[in-house]
């Protein structure tokens, strides 16, 4: 088994969607959490407030700086993510789809680093 | 490398990867048990003599050198059992047995080397090397890029493979046309990249016997799938004609002007075949479609002969089930000799194919017809702007000149 961060990488129409809208997303994604739940795939999930809530400590040198705001200037940011497990690659897409229809966002899949996941075991 | 030993060499290759990081679990590992065994044979089948079935000695080899030096190393660093846990136990369970009805390694390889999960150059180069057994050199050549490119593309897309887990199997049956899209598109690009080629470039490795190669051994592995078919037939019917396409001084020969004897009339009765048999099975798809076009082609005497209307309804098929710019383009000339040249203009002057040579070179054949000689010369001089190859360009400043003595 693997574990895998899938993350959502909202845009920024996804602020602008109806309330109806937003209401579905969230009713489908708390319904695709129970699945991955009941699959016994389920490590972590969460939803992050918008982007502007943002702070970064931001080195310079061996100074640490506090800075408004995310950490990149883009049209993208990380709206949420989910840890799962899967034994491979296709089985974490085929989540990672069903996520991406739940959520209506892209979402990106990156394994874990081996090394990180025996230290926490 | 001897001859003989390189002919098994290319032959055997992949079968023999294909097996190895199956019981290995590992690419490189499995990559480096093949070159192993290759450097013995090479030692002795000179003196010993080439065994009865060599693919079958060299994946011994390869294993049991393999077992050996994990065995070493595994007393320090604990691989063996990390090289295992790679795939995992499943790729061999018995529920996946029961998902691959053929039971050739090489079809998984060639499932994992075109991923979706990898980049487009990434599969191309990794399907190339692993299955078709290609140097890294090679390869470079065949593309034009530079060695360290494709070194690096082969490098990270094995990295990928294993920290991503992209597993080693064929795909379940639901996920099949998808995933066996990525195949084909892989195997036509290859071909393409060779057939283009028409500019005598020796040095560049034979892609489009390659392809052939690999559209051969998926449609011997997948008899089920009528597009591997069709892509099959496609193939051999393009390559059938590989003669006729290129004039003793290097210049290109369109398919209305080729001398049709030189055709090669094996591949020809081949594709026909293929093609004949995917439309009994009536399960259309765009390569068995596009195959079709060219077996229309192939019964022709002469160019003259041509059954226009049977390759317009091919592509009003193919139009229907595969819309696209390019096909649009490809039926408006079947409409030109059916309907006439004004008739293919209408089709294609609001396609949207301004940066594709082809769509000018049509356009201009099509102007010609229609005597508007200054367009005609525009649409030829935009055309050989657009392209990259010497013989294309060649042949199409050689139509704008012939209309300047119009």
């Known amino acids: 088994m693997t574990q895998y961060l899938l993350s959502v990488h909202a845009s920024e129409e996804a602020w602008q969607r109806s309330p109806e809208e937003m209401e579905q997303a969230f009713a489908d994604t708390a319904a695709f959490n129970e699945k991955l739940r009941d699959a016994g795939v389920y490590v972590f999930a969460g939803g992050?407030?918008?982007?502007?809530?943002?702070?970064?400590?931001?080195?310079?040198?061996?100074?640490?700086?506090?800075?408004?705001?995310?950490?990149?200037?883009?049209?993208?940011?990380?709206?949420?993510?989910?840890?799962?497990?899967?034994?491979d690659l296709d089985e974490a897409l085929s989540w990672a789809r069903q996520a991406a229809v739940a959520c209506r966002e892209s979402v990106e899949i990156r394994p874990f680093d081996d090394e990180t996941q025996r230290a926490n075991q | 490398m001897t001859a003989g030993a390189e002919a098994v060499f290319r032959r055997e290759y992949g079968r023999c990867v294909a097996a190895l990081i199956r019981f290995l679990g590992d690419i490189d590992v499995a990559e480096e048990a093949v070159q192993e065994a290759f450097t013995v044979a090479l030692a002795r089948w000179p003196t010993d003599g080439e065994p009865p079935n060599p693919g079958a000695w060299i994946v011994t080899t390869a294993r049991n050198r393999a077992i050996d030096r994990l065995r070493r190393e595994s007393v320090r660093h604990d691989r063996h059992t990390e090289a295992h846990h790679l795939y995992g136990t499943r790729a061999t369970g018995p529920e996946l047995i029961e998902e691959e009805p053929v039971p050739d390694d090489r079809l998984r390889l060639i499932f994992t080397c075109c991923h979706p999960a990898l980049n487009r150059p990434a599969q191309v180069a990794l399907t190339l090397r692993l299955l078709g057994g290609l140097e890294t050199p090679e390869i470079a050549r065949a593309f034009l890029v530079p060695e360290a490119t494709v070194a690096q593309r082969i490098v990270r897309a094995k990295r990928k493979i294993k920290d991503t887990r992209i597993p080693y199997r064929v795909p379940a049956e639901a996920e099949l046309p998808d995933r066996l899209g990525s195949v084909l598109s892989v195997v036509y690009l290859v071909f393409n990249e060779g057939y283009a080629a028409t500019s005598g470039q020796l040095i560049r490795v034979d892609l489009c016997t390659e392809a052939i190669r690999l559209a051969r051994l998926l449609a011997q592995l997948m008899p089920d799938e009528p597009e591997v078919q069709g892509l099959l037939a496609l193939l051999v019917l393009l390559h059938a004609r590989r003669a006729a396409r290129v004039a003793p001084d290097g210049s290109l020969i369109r398919l209305a002007d080729q001398d049709r004897r030189l055709w090669d009339a094996d591949l020809v009765r081949e594709g026909q075949a293929i093609v004949a048999a995917c439309v009994r099975r009536g399960r259309p798809g765009p390569y068995q479609l596009q195959a079709a076009v060219n077996a229309v082609h192939s019964v022709a005497q002469t160019a003259e002969d041509t059954d226009w209307r049977a390759i317009l309804t091919l592509y009003d098929q193919l139009h229907a089930l595969a819309p696209n710019p390019v096909v649009a383009l490809n039926r408006a000339v079947a409409l030109a000799e059916v309907e006439g040249p004004a008739a293919g203009l209408a089709a294609i002057e609001d396609l949207d194919l301004g940066a594709y040579h082809l769509f000018h070179a049509t356009r201009a054949n099509l102007l010609r017809r229609l005597g508007r000689t200054a367009e005609a010369r525009a649409a030829y001089a935009k055309a050989s702007a657009l392209t990259a190859n010497p013989t294309e360009q060649a042949f199409l400043d050689a139509q704008r000149a012939s209309l300047a003595e119009d």
Not at chain 1, 55 to 75: A, C, F, N
């Open chain 1, 48 to 87: 992050l407030r918008p982007v502007e809530s943002a702070t970064v400590v931001r080195r310079s040198g061996d100074d640490l700086m506090i800075t408004d705001g995310p950490y990149t200037e883009t049209k993208e940011y990380l709206g949420g993510f989910w840890i799962i497990n899967a034994a």
